[in-house]
Antibody, heavy 123, light 107 residues
Framework: QFQLVQSGAEVKKPGASVKVSCRAS????????ITWVRQAPGQGLEWMGW????????KYVERFQGRATMTTDTSTSTVYMELRSLTSEDTAVYYC????????????????WGKGTTVTVSS | AIQLTQSPSSLSASVGDRVTITCRAS??????LAWYQQKPGNAPKLLIY???SLQSGVPSSFSGSGSGTEFTLTISSLQPEDFATYYC?????????FGGGTKVEIK
């Protein structure tokens, strides 16, 4: 059973950073890329970036370039997404999701999703 | 970035109805299109990938079609559990992008 387990909800003040984790199980971790998608309250889905646990290669949407960092820990099959300089606009549910294409060189679609981590930014 | 426009943004339908949702891309995306279903409080669920391939475990009442810049998701006979919001996603161009969503509500 493929599974992605995300860390718990976070409340942060403006200007702070948050680091969300996503632990994978049930498949060969370093064979499948992980995408991060966020969803602001009442809004649609926003693609943020992608990391290949195979080689650590990352791609970010331009608006998050320099503010988001995605990393992997292959010893624990965990992917992390850190977002810095938070503002109220970053209040959202953050999802990690697996892409099913093994050893892909670019992001595709996602077949397994975590349950989401709620990040609230408030003073 | 490639923009995806979904229509309608919402619709009301009855159990048993045939429902069609359209996703238009700002440029050609070949076969790089997927559809997701999201229910309130839940993560999205993959329904269709590569325009028309049905994800394992998804009922055959769901189907996808299209080419170039216009794509459709069809639910042949709407069931109570199908009331949700549906999103298209393109992965042909970078960055991948989502449509704005279509909320399917009970009439």
């Amino acid at each position: 059973q493929f599974q992605l387990v995300q860390s718990g909800a976070e409340v942060k003040k403006p200007g702070a950073s948050v680091k969300v984790s996503c632990r994978a199980s049930g498949y060969t971790f370093n064979r499948h890329g992980i995408t991060w998608v966020r969803q602001a309250p009442g809004q649609g889905l926003e693609w943020m970036g992608w990391i290949s646990p195979y080689n650590g290669y990352t791609k970010y949407v331009e608006r998050f370039q320099g503010r988001a960092t995605m990393t992997t820990d292959t010893s624990t099959s965990t992917v992390y997404m850190e977002l810095r300089s938070l503002t109220s606009e970053d209040t959202a549910v953050y999802y990690c999701a697996r892409e099913p294409i093994a050893a892909a060189a670019k992001p595709y679609y996602m077949d397994v999703w975590g349950k989401g981590t709620t990040v609230t930014v408030s003073s | 970035a490639i923009q995806l426009t979904q229509s309608p943004s919402s619709l009301s339908a009855s159990v048993g109805d045939r429902v069609t949702i359209t996703c238009r891309a700002s440029q050609g995306i070949g076969s790089g299109l997927a559809w997701y279903q999201q229910k309130p409080g839940n993560a999205p669920k993959l329904l269709i990938y590569d325009v028309s391939s049905l994800q394992s475990g998804v009922p055959s009442s769901f189907s996808g079609s299209g080419s170039g810049t216009e794509f459709t998701l069809t639910i042949s006979s709407l069931q109570p559990e199908d009331f949700a919001t549906y999103y298209c996603q393109q992965f042909s161009g970078y960055p991948p992008t989502f449509g704005g969503g279509t909320k399917v509500e009970i009439k």
